[in-house]
C-alpha cells in the first residue's frame, strides 16, 4: 500500500496569513494528488486534483503543486472559513486510494 | 442538482449486521463509480470500496470478505452490506461519487456504531 504522511500533524495560524501543508507518498505518484478541506460534521470537499488543478467553485487562494513524491497545499491567504482539517489522498493505485492522517489547520 | 443521502446507520452488536443506502439524484449512480469512505470518531480517511460503472468491485483489506457494495440501477441507490461486525468498525460513512475527480460529490454521511 501507498503511505500518505502529511505536516504538520497541526498548525496554528492567522487570518491573512500565508499557509503551506506538505504531503509526502511511500513512492512515486506522478500526479495522482488531491487534497481535501474537511469541517467539523461535514463530508469532505474536493480542493485541488490531479496534483494542481482547482476543482470548480474553489477560490483561488488555494493552490496545489508537486508531482512525484512530494507536495504541497498552499493558502496564499487565511480567511475565517479556511480553519478546517485538510487531507492529501493519492489515487495512483486506484481502487486502492489512500489519505494522509490530515493537517488541523486552527486560529492562533 | 445532485444529492447523496446516506441511510441505514445504527447501533449494532459485534458479529451483527447492517446495511447501508445511498440515495442519489441529479446523475445515474450506474454510469460513475461509487465508493464509500469511513471516518471512525476523531480520526482520519479510509477508503472501503468502491464499484465502477462496469460493475466491478473493489474493497480494502479490512473489510473484505466482511462487507459487499452494491447498487441497485432502478432505485439509483448504493448499498453497503456489512456482516461480521467489529467495534473498529464503528464510523460515520460516507458514499461518493468519482473520488478524486472534478465530477467529485460526497454524502452527508451516516454513523455506524458497534458495541455490546
Known amino acids: 500500500d501507498i503511505q500518505m504522511t502529511q505536516s504538520p500533524s497541526s498548525l496554528s495560524a492567522s487570518v491573512g496569513d500565508r499557509v503551506t501543508i506538505t504531503c509526502r507518498a511511500s513512492?512515486?505518484?506522478?500526479?495522482?494528488l488531491n487534497w481535501y478541506q474537511q469541517k467539523p460534521g461535514k463530508a469532505p470537499k474536493l480542493l485541488i486534483y490531479a496534483a494542481s488543478s482547482l476543482q470548480s467553485g474553489v477560490p483561488s487562494r488555494f493552490s496545489g503543486s508537486g508531482s512525484g513524491t512530494d507536495f504541497t497545499l498552499t493558502i496564499s491567504s487565511l480567511q475565517p472559513e479556511d480553519f478546517a482539517t485538510y487531507y492529501c489522498?493519492?489515487?495512483?493505485?486506484?481502487?486502492?486510494?489512500?489519505f494522509g492522517q490530515g493537517t488541523r489547520l486552527e486560529i492562533k | 442538482e445532485v444529492q447523496l443521502v446516506e441511510s441505514g446507520g445504527g447501533l449494532v452488536q459485534p458479529g451483527g449486521s447492517l446495511r447501508l443506502s445511498c440515495a442519489a439524484s441529479?446523475?445515474?449512480?450506474?454510469?460513475?463509480?461509487m465508493s464509500w469512505v469511513r471516518q471512525a470518531p476523531g480520526k482520519g480517511l479510509e477508503w472501503v470500496s468502491v464499484?465502477?460503472?462496469?460493475?466491478?468491485?473493489y474493497y480494502a483489506d479490512s473489510v473484505k470478505g466482511r462487507f459487499t457494495i452494491s447498487r441497485d440501477n432502478s432505485k439509483n441507490t448504493l448499498y453497503l452490506q456489512m456482516n461480521s461486525l467489529r467495534a473498529e468498525d464503528t464510523a460515520v460513512y460516507y458514499c461518493?461519487?468519482?473520488?478524486?475527480?472534478?465530477?467529485?460529490?460526497w454524502g452527508q454521511g451516516t454513523l455506524v456504531t458497534v458495541s455490546s
Open positions: 441529479g446523475f445515474t449512480v450506474s454510469s460513475n463509480y
Open positions: 489522498q493519492q489515487s495512483y493505485s486506484t481502487p486502492s486510494i489512500t
Open positions: 464499484i465502477y460503472s462496469g460493475g466491478s468491485t
Open positions: 461518493a461519487r468519482a473520488v478524486g475527480f472534478n465530477r467529485d460529490y
Open positions: 513512492q512515486s505518484i506522478s500526479s495522482y
